[in-house]
């Protein structure tokens, strides 16, 4: 039925968004897709700036959505305009825009589409109702709009746009093989082969929305003289005045919504005396000196039994809302009730749950600690988050507050208020890490080969005997993989690590030529030539404090992109060791991105003059290769950094003979094999070049 409305073709390319367990995902996202043969992306993050990296890297060409996130992306190049003062010319554009064809539209917004990645065409939105007014701005922008209406009860489609018959007010003509009709009282029921049989093991509540085959939507709508269904919104939302005449909140909504001094509007029925109703506006302002104008422009468009008879600001920042972000209209009743049985806003709001401030929850979530204790003078690091769990909670801020704040704004020592206060005051603009991409290209790739092979390698031998050890447990491992290693080799005249280059001679060739290398941002990078030649070597720069998320995003995009990574989950480089615990950013790589971890000890027998004056010349080492460890999804991040942890301690046991060789449970029986200058280890150990 969906290729009947929608031709999916090859060229397609779906970023899914919506969770699986969405039936609209599902359909729309999944099978749909998949009947045509086109190509579905599910990205690594859900966060704005993860999703635009991807769309761009992807060549993604549509995607499905619910409204509220059409709206946060609407808000997000708004956002930029008024950030960049551009403002005004983006409102010119729009208006320009709506003269012209859809290919002049793109070329008119052709800096939205290069944040796109060029080839975004197509936006499918569903689950909840879809401002008209935002729709038109998507189709300004160039980038065609279908909606569809429907339930999981019927599977999920019953009525959707086709592409050339469309209205950007309506939701589509009935889903092939649906038969919608309009009952007396407004409501939308509908009939098909898609209509569920009922509830499992609930015959009352089946009952109750089924009758001779059709279904009882509870949402009101209307079908046109084209058979186009509008929706007029929920059945038990709609108002009923004392003279029977119906009220339906969401056109009253949307009249408010087009004065730029109201940022969001509720419509309810609040009972007065005498069993009378009065429509009444509830009101999130962004000027609120303007509330009583902005009602009053209102009602200047909405007949008489619609006019707003009185409103309220509401004393939040937000309204409380369900999961799907609608807006829990009971809660926001009773609230009124309460005010006008003598409460004051204030009373109101501070005997509110405390999950109506989303700044306690998420912390509270994050830190697996009880709201109350989240107090204003509370630090981050008082509450429990470290360095990751403070990448967590800003995530979370962006992706369900819309304020990005960078991780060096914040510190162990900043406090809650003080979070409160950067995220009243975060504009949404993104300040991108940038990593250089020239070093994965293949040029850089030759030369980087011939750099490691005529002069890094050679230097190793002869400044040490190279030995690896287990090479064949990670011969046939599939990448991408995670390379975690112990950082204990390098110099004590000079601080400079040699061990990632010794693990590159110990992996076979396929796997180095696709691995890139994690190195402290500032030790490594701030030094230009040195950061020209660990770039030329394929490192990146990992922050171990500061921008800990754009490290870890570049990792996941590298991991996507089919390159392994190998990092040193120590964090720095101790001489000689013993082991410090390992950061807890591999395990939650590992465990996200579904990738093996190899687990390498770098075990040095005697050192050579480049490490210690004084020295012999010629020291010398091994490199022991572990089993590649696979963690479940939905492990725990910080078990998974543990098993690896073990892995590698289990390695440094067998090279110092405190197991058997071979009797590792990490490992089958080792190959030991000597690297000799100019050669490379191969997977039978018998030291030939490969």
């Keep these: 039925g969906t290729c009947e409305v929608l031709t999916i073709a090859q060229g397609f390319r779906l970023l899914s968004l919506l969770p699986l367990s969405h039936m609209f995902e599902q359909t729309v996202g999944m099978l749909a897709p998949l009947s045509g043969g086109a190509r579905i992306v599910y990205p690594v993050s859900r966060q704005p700036s993860a999703i635009f990296r991807t769309l761009a890297e992807n060549g993604i060409t549509m995607i499905c959505l619910v409204p509220q996130a059409l709206d946060l992306f609407m808000n997000a190049i708004e956002r930029e305009a008024r950030r960049t003062g551009r403002e005004g010319a983006l409102s010119k554009l729009f208006a320009i825009a709506e003269r012209l064809p859809k290919p002049l539209r793109r070329l008119l917004f052709r800096s939205v589409h290069a944040r796109f990645g060029g080839a975004f065409d197509l936006l499918i939105s569903g689950g909840a109702y879809l401002d008209p007014a935002l729709a038109h701005r998507w189709e300004l922008m160039g980038i065609t709009v279908l909606q569809g209406y429907g339930a999981t009860e019927g599977a999920p489609i019953i009525a959707c746009d086709r592409l050339g018959q469309r209205k950007l007010d309506a939701v589509g003509k009935p889903y092939p093989g649906v038969e919608l009709r309009i009952a007396d009282d407004g409501e939308i029921l509908a009939s098909g082969p898609n209509i569920f049989p009922g509830y499992w093991r609930n015959p009352q509540a089946t009952a109750a929305v089924l009758d001779g085959g059709w279904y009882h939507t509870g949402d009101l709508g209307s ?362 950013g591999t395990g939650l790589i590992a465990v996200e991105g579904g990738t093996p971890v190899i687990p390498v000890y770098v075990h040095v027998e005697h050192e050579s003059v480049l490490q210690r004056k004084g020295a012999r010349r010629r020291g010398g080492f091994t490199i022991h290769l572990g089993e590649p460890l696979l963690f479940r999804p939905g492990s725990s991040h910080a078990e998974a950094t543990a098993r690896i942890e073990a892995a590698v301690v289990a390695l440094e046991a067998e090279a110092k003979g405190e197991v058997p060789t071979g009797a590792s449970p990490l490992a089958m029986p080792a190959t030991h094999a000597i690297l000799e200058p100019g050669s490379v280890v191969s997977g039978n150990g018998s030291g030939s070049r490969d």
């Design 223 to 584: 079908i046109d003289a084209d058979g186009y269904l509008h929706l007029k919104g929920r059945k038990k939302d709609m108002i009923v005045l004392a003279n029977g005449q119906n009220v339906f909140p969401e056109d009253i909504e949307n009249e408010l919504a087009r004065n730029a001094a109201v940022e969001e509007a509720v419509v309810l029925g609040l009972p007065l005396e005498r069993g009378e109703v009065e429509v009444h506006a509830v009101l999130l302002m962004r000027d609120p000196a303007r509330a009583a104008e902005a009602v009053e422009a209102a009602n200047q468009h909405l007949a008489d039994h619609q006019r707003i008879r009185g409103f309220t600001l509401w004393p939040d920042e937000d309204f409380p809302r369900t999961p799907k972000r609608s807006v829990k209209k009971r809660d926001v009743l009773d609230r009124l009730m309460q005010m006008r049985a003598g409460a004051s806003p204030e009373q109101v709001l501070s005997d509110a749950p405390r999950d109506q401030k989303p700044i306690v929850r998420l912390i509270s979530e994050i830190a697996s600690i009880e709201s109350h204790q989240v107090q204003p003078e509370s630090s981050l690091g008082d509450i429990g988050l470290d360095s990751l769990g403070r990448v967590e909670l800003l995530s979370a801020i962006e992706d369900e507050l819309g304020a990005y704040i960078e991780e060096t704004l914040i510190s162990p020592e900043t406090t809650v208020a003080q979070l409160e206060t950067m995220v009243v005051e975060a504009q949404g603009g993104r300040v991108q890490t940038r990593f250089v991409s020239w070093p994965l290209g293949p040029l850089a790739g030759a030369a980087r080969e011939l750099f490691l092979q005529g002069l890094v390698f050679p230097v190793y031998h002869a400044f040490w005997r190279v030995r690896v050890v287990g090479r064949e447990r990670v011969r046939d491992v599939q990448q991408p993989v995670i390379i975690a290693a112990n950082h204990h080799f390098g110099s004590a005249r000079t601080s400079f690590g040699f061990d990632p280059a010794a693990i590159w001679m110990a992996l076979p060739r396929n796997l180095r030529l696709k691995t890139c290398t994690a190195g402290e941002e500032h030790s490594v990078f701030d030094e230009p030539i040195r950061g020209f030649f660990a770039r030329l070597c394929n490192a990146f720069p990992l922050s171990k404090s500061g921008n800990v998320r754009g490290s870890l995003e570049y990792i996941g995009r590298l991991l996507d992109l089919g390159w392994s990574v190998l990092i040193f989950p120590e964090g720095r480089l101790t001489l000689g060791g013993p082991m410090q615990p390992f950061l807890g």
